[in-house]
């Protein structure tokens, strides 16, 4: 409790820092600024407003988690950077499978161990090669800064990846959408592929890859 009482307080004055200066979503990119290290900005921030993300999906945070976003909210390089905490769990447990998913949780009650099984190995099947399902919070990270220069660069993106390697014992994968090969070349690109779809859904998605991308058009996506 003491915990999650001063990651509040610590995020209460973060934002009473900003005030309604950002109005906008800084998760939504427009696209890139050609300058400082190719980062992202948002639509609403105008150009001058550069933008670096890490992910994590989190069941839960507990104390030490609670802790650990408290530090690296107090250290953030900006007023504007903050951590986004989107909240899913329902179906996304379930495997997205909607009222048939939920008939299958009803189901449970009322059949013997092998037919619950059964239902089970359906829901994993609906969820194809996206492993992370088990998760309540999609905690996003997220550097915002206004300095073009290199070092503010440096800066921002350190305290990310920072938080990122933090947060890294509370996580239960990661949305593939934010690996970055190019940023974040070789092991750490391949770490986060696992993260991502898991070790045997990502042999099966290379195999997939040689079959219709064999010359690699579509690196810049993922690198498989």
Not at 67 to 96: C, I, K, N, W
Not at 132 to 151: F, N, Q, R
Request: charged fraction near 20%; charge should be negative; include cysteine.
């Amino acid at each position: 409790v003491g915990a999650a009482a001063a990651a509040a307080a610590v995020i209460e004055s973060k934002v009473e820092g900003v005030g309604e200066r950002d109005s906008g979503d800084p998760y939504l990119c427009a696209g890139h600024d050609g300058g400082g290290g190719d980062s992202r900005r948002t639509p609403t921030q105008g150009p001058g407003m550069f933008s670096y993300v890490r992910q994590w999906f989190v069941d839960q945070l507990g104390t030490e988690g609670m802790a650990v976003l408290a530090a690296h909210v107090a250290a953030a390089p900006t007023d504007e950077s903050l951590f986004m905490l989107q909240h899913a769990g329902g179906a996304t447990r379930r495997g997205g499978g909607g009222a048939g998913a939920a008939a299958g949780d009803e189901a449970c009650d009322q059949v013997n161990a092998s037919a619950v099984a059964a239902v089970h190995a359906a829901a994993q099947a609906r969820r194809g090669c996206f492993t992370p399902h088990d998760w309540e919070i999609s905690l996003v990270i997220i550097a915002l800064w206004t300095d073009p220069s290199p070092g503010a660069r440096i800066t921002a993106e350190r305290w990310a990846d920072n938080a990122f390697e933090a947060l890294r014992a509370h996580s239960a994968g990661l949305y593939a959408v934010n690996i970055d090969p190019f940023r974040r070349p070789g092991a750490a690109s391949e770490d986060e592929m696992v993260h991502a779809f898991g070790a045997e859904n990502l042999v099966k998605l290379r195999a997939l890859k040689s079959l219709v991308d064999p010359e690699s058009l579509f690196l810049a996506s993922l690198p498989l």
